[in-house]
C-alpha cells in the first residue's frame, strides 16, 4: 500500500509560478513510477507529467511542455511539480499517482495508487 499526498496548491495570477509537492510513505513508496494528473470540472483527466523510478527520465503532456518541470528530491522523494507561466487554462484540481511500472511503456497509463489532490486556480 502507498500513500500519496500534494500539496503546494493555490490561487496564482496569470503568468506566475506554483510549485506542487507530492509525498509517498508505506510499503516499498520509493519503488514507484510518479506520475501528475489534472482534472477539472467536467473534464476528462489530463496527463500532466511523470518521472521513473530507475533513472528520473522524465515525460510531460503536450499542453505543459515548456512550462512545467517534474523532479524527484534527493533522497527520491517527495516528488515535485515546478509550474511556471500559469494560465487560466492550467485551473484544476492536480493530483499525483503512483505506478509499479507504466502499462505498455506508456508514461501516462499503469497507475494504481493516488493521492486526494490538491487545487490550482489561476486568475486571469
Known amino acids: 500500500q502507498v500513500q500519496l499526498v500534494e500539496s503546494g496548491g493555490g490561487l496564482v495570477q496569470a503568468g506566475d509560478s506554483l510549485r506542487l509537492s507530492c509525498a509517498a510513505s508505506?510499503?516499498?513508496?520509493?519503488?514507484?513510477?510518479i506520475g501528475w494528473f489534472r482534472q477539472a470540472p467536467g473534464n476528462e483527466r489530463e496527463f500532466v507529467a511523470a518521472i521513473t523510478k530507475t533513472n528520473d527520465a522524465t515525460y510531460y503532456g503536450d499542453s505543459v511542455k515548456g512550462r512545467f518541470t517534474i523532479s524527484r528530491d534527493n533522497p527520491k522523494n517527495p516528488v515535485t511539480l515546478q509550474m511556471h507561466n500559469l494560465q487560466p487554462g492550467d485551473t484544476a484540481i492536480y493530483y499525483c499517482?503512483?505506478?509499479?511500472?507504466?502499462?505498455?511503456?506508456?508514461?501516462?497509463?499503469?497507475?494504481?495508487?493516488w493521492g486526494q489532490g490538491t487545487q490550482v486556480t489561476v486568475s486571469s
Open positions: 499517482a503512483a505506478a509499479w511500472q507504466f502499462a505498455d511503456s506508456n508514461p501516462a497509463s499503469g497507475y494504481d495508487y
Open positions: 508505506g510499503r516499498f513508496s520509493t519503488s514507484y513510477n
